[in-house]
């Protein structure tokens, strides 16, 4: 497996000039015309979240690895899946689609941020040092990098960028599966392990985040569209990132830390059909 993880660099970049094929400058200056949504989601993604996935982690008793490979996916952007869905479920798929703009562009400081906590929190001391020096530059620059060169093939090229764009998220897909696989592989024996902690620890931060991200903007009075727009964007994060930056030899080369990952990649989607099934029935109002 040695040889494949090496290619993980190359996946991340992959996943994340994809990201940027689909993001224009104007995403990002739609931010002054939904400034309040925009803030309340920010406030879930960034504080609460991560606050909450450190107390499961601590709540189920997580291994050292687990728990920071836990709040490293409670970290990553939202994916491509909670925009599908947020479509399907009748979500404010604009707003969706300014949150990852946002949070593609937070993720340069907020992944290596929140990943220092964790290993400062889980993991002894001189473990810490380097994630928060080399490997927090590491991290930055595979994410911000690939971003910043498919916005500006979208922004130059245009026409490049849309015939790019389908066979792009093809690759990505198949990114998706070869991460998850390897990852699942490699980290068979602690998936096993740890399989009952671990799988009501990663279910229970997929129905905490997208509850969370919906009844605090409901509490706010944000319509039922915008409130399912931030549930999904909180609660539906870009796995084959999380995975990939566990996995890299140049990153963090750690098995163990995918695992969380890969099984949240599993359960999350299959959790957000549920939780708009639910969220469709219940709260009727204000749409």
Known sequence: ??????????????????????????????????????AIALWCQIIVLPAICYGIAVLFQLPPDLAVGLMLM????????????SHL?????????????INAGLAIITIPVILAVAMAGFM???????LQYGKFF?????????VGLG???RGRLPEVAERMNRPVKVVVALVLAAVAY???????????AHFQILGGAVLTLC????????????????????AIAISLEIGLHNTVLAVAIAMSPSLLNNPSMAVPGALYGVLAVFVGLAFILVVNRVDTAGA
């Open 207 to 226: 129905v905490t985040s997208l509850t969370v991200g919906y009844l605090v903007p409901r509490s706010m009075r944000l319509p039922r569209r915008r």
């Open 138 to 146: 590491q991290v930055f620059g595979f994410i911000a990098i690939p």
């Open 89 to 101: 479920a009748d979500g404010d798929l604009a707003l969706n689609l300014t949150l990852t703009a």
């Open 151 to 153: 916005m500006w093939v």
């Open 74 to 85: 409670a970290a990553s952007p939202g994916g491509a899946m909670a925009n599908i869905l």
């Open 1 to 38: 497996m040695s040889n494949t993880t090496q290619w993980f660099p190359l996946m991340i970049a992959v996943v994340m000039f994809g990201l940027g094929l689909t993001l224009t400058v104007d995403d990002f200056r739609r931010v002054a015309e939904v400034r309040r949504p925009v």
């Open 182 to 192: 390897v990852s699942l592989v490699t980290g068979w024996d602690t998936l096993t």
């Open 124 to 130: 002894d001391e001189d473990r810490v040092i380097p």
